[in-house]
């Protein structure tokens, strides 16, 4: 009796074809909103410091920390409201002693202030001073410049597939390009003398050809690129042929 | 001081959002190799039995099994192969008692034949004949017509999202068009004094717009169709003029 199969487990089989596997390094540049699923192709660096401005992270009053050293709600600090900086615009003021400058959360800081008084803690004291109920420390409520990225920092590897908040992330830098690696290329071989197009009605003995379809789904669920190259016969010739024609045009070839 | 937050939880919020939700009621017919990801509109029904003939699953020879009935390794029922069936042709013999016909996995059996001996059940016995050494019952190693799928099974319920392997499901059974429900189109707004285009260095107190591409393609991976509105800024009308444009061309609305 001849032996039918020489089988080879998927690990096994994987290890032979490792060697012969060369990584794309072909690479393009596309806009970061287009970018969904794709694998960046170089080390990327962050151009700028982010957030570029100290930040409030609450709404209350930008201060001088000092200011507030010592406050209680017995005895409030008195503070004179001499800006009010509404998210969007730059720190048109700049605080002397004792002063405050109303802040909203995401919006700038007024020059001098080093600290951010949350609403709550204080209370309106005539039209144009408040009391803080408590002290503040320099950097409370404010994100610095260059906390969440530094310029310079690696944001990304090359590798890395690019998600929904990559593309954010990206954007928030001013990134509006990225560099990624060109789609693998998967071509698809169907063999079997039993095989006919899915859109005809098979004669007895033949069926549709499935497979060349359900595999072009997976690779492009993948992130790669079908290349259907057709049906073979179960003949050597015509499948070495078919399997040119795959290699040929493809990265990589798929023969069912 | 007055609250500053009405704060609903998202099952809140769904909830009171739902009795405004309406289906997607609109459907279009695709071909099913362009149908991965879209979803479902129409109950579908198979069109026809699977597989469409009697089908070996094994490497040997279709026999009536009667024949085999009795046989053992000592006794072996002895049969003359009277034809060949290669995968891919209809069966064009018919047996008569004492008679088998080479049969291959997922080729059809000879007419009259109800099973099918595994090769290595058997031995050559001359040029013609084989003998079988183990008897099998009627409908072993066969596929019988429809038992994968019958003529009017329900296949696919509206509302399922296609697979791959849907695709090959599909196919096999020759549905090469499927009826599906138009992609969602949802609306993104971003709101904001603070932000610029991504594409801009934003002035001092400003930030990009990170919101609307993140979202965006969010809203693509969940199969639907993103459609960018733009910014708008802290104010009202603004606000409601840029939520009624995504209303008129969406289905729905991101307002962030």
């Known amino acids: 009796m001849p032996e039918f199969f020489n089988v080879r487990s998927p690990s096994q089989a994987f290890d032979d074809l490792r060697p012969h596997i060369s990584a794309i390094t072909e690479r393009e540049t596309i806009p970061a909103t287009s970018a969904l699923g794709r694998v960046i192709a170089d080390e990327i660096h962050s151009p700028e410091d982010l957030p570029t401005f100290p930040k409030s992270t609450m709404d209350g009053f930008s201060v001088r920390a000092r200011d507030t050293f010592g406050a209680s ?29 109303v802040a909203y959360t995401g919006g700038a800081l007024a020059h001098n202030a080093d600290a951010v008084v949350m609403i709550e803690r204080t209370q309106p004291a005539d039209e144009s001073s408040i009391e803080v109920l408590r002290p503040v420390a320099p950097g409370e409520n404010v994100i610095q410049v260059g906390e969440d990225v530094h310029t310079g920092d690696a944001l990304f590897s090359p590798g890395h597939t690019i998600r929904p908040q990559d593309i954010g992330g990206l954007l928030a830098l001013g990134i509006t390009d990225v560099p990624v690696l060109r789609k693998p290329r998967v071509a698809i071989v169907s063999t079997g003398d039993e095989l006919v197009a899915p859109d005809t009605s ?30 073979a016969p179960d003949e050597y010739e015509p499948q070495l042929q078919a399997a040119r024609d795959g290699i040929r045009t493809a990265d990589a070839l798929i023969f069912s």
């Open 73 to 101: 709600e017995t005895l409030p600090a008195m503070l004179e409201v001499v800006a009010d900086i509404p998210t969007g615009t730059g720190p048109d003021a700049a605080l002397n002693v004792g002063e405050a400058a």
């Open 202 to 231: 098979p004669p007895p003995g033949k069926i549709r050809d499935i497979n060349t379809y359900t595999i072009a789904a997976r690779v492009v669920q993948c992130g790669a690129e079908p290349v259907i190259i057709g049906l």
